[in-house]
């Protein structure tokens, strides 16, 4: 098997043909002809060739089959209503996640962000165990591989949202996850353009549980928008390899002022050995860090020039935001979340020093 960039540049081409190009352009299609009888390729809801060069590429990046999706919150949906509940979650697993785990009625259970709660709360009979590693935006990291022989040993699913890694730093379902989830609005697509999401099963079974539910609800991706996103997982690996590295530096600098940071990469992060384990040297794009105060997280964005303040994380230009404003995860007034993006390092030091030495 070839390296993960490697992979990423070429999944999901079609074979060289004289004359065509590397990807082919999107098909738009409500209809297709079709005479005779009934098939999958007969309507744009159910089938797009498209989509299917992108799901391709997506799967050989993830190690099982994979479908694509409107949205990362409607591959979760897609998720939760699949496979139903109980599910069992992390109190601190992205606020919005929380929130449809509870709107579908899925039995949503949440219990504090450690295996043995986690594990606790699934004795009870759970179907689901859902968690998000690293998580948004507390960075909370959890050893996969160890997590998922206990989830199976109660006989539950294991359901890993790996957004903020990518399945090129961290394969969930090798690592034995049975179901990977991933909002493709941030690294994966990376241009801060494209909202898209997927999902990839360890087994075809529950590939096709989750196919059967987006057939029939409808939460399908645009071909365009699936097709901007393939083009896109060819730099997957240098503009990753870049953010990390800069998210790193970051850490690092805000480490050294003295301030409370957390970056999965920092020898000092609770979860280092496991993220080091399990995210292949790419410790993700995010880091955080927690000010005196909203005032102070406040000035600090305004006292950025090359950092922009945006909500979402992945992107190419660095951004950053006092998540509490929000107000859907359990963090301090004065917690930022910085998303390193691919400018020089130096230049992203100096402009979020700078900003820290102004307050
Ligand atoms: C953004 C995000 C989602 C939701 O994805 P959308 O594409 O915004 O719908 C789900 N999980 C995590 C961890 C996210 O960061």
Redesign the pocket.
Known sequence: MSGRSTRAVHAGLPAPQDGEPFLPGPTFAAPYHLSGDASPRGYGRYENPTWTRWQEALAALEGGPALGFA??????TAVLQAFGGPVVLPND??G??AKAASLTGADARFAPSDPAALLGAAAAGARVVWI?TP??PSLTVIDIEAFAREVHALGALLVV?G??ATPLSQQALSLGADVS?V????AMTGHSDL???HVACRSEEHAAAIRSWRDATGAIPGPFEAWLAHRSLATLGVRLERQCANALAVARAVEARGLPVLYPGLPAHPGHAAAARQMGGLFGPVVSFTLESAGDADRFLAGCSLVAEAT??GGLHSSAERRARWGIEPVAEGFIRLSAGIEDADDLVADVLGALDAL
């Open positions: 949205s990362g919150m409607a591959a979760s697993t992205y919005v996640v998000e998580t948004n949202d957004t903020l989830v909002s493709d609005s941030k909202v898209l999401g979402s994380f």
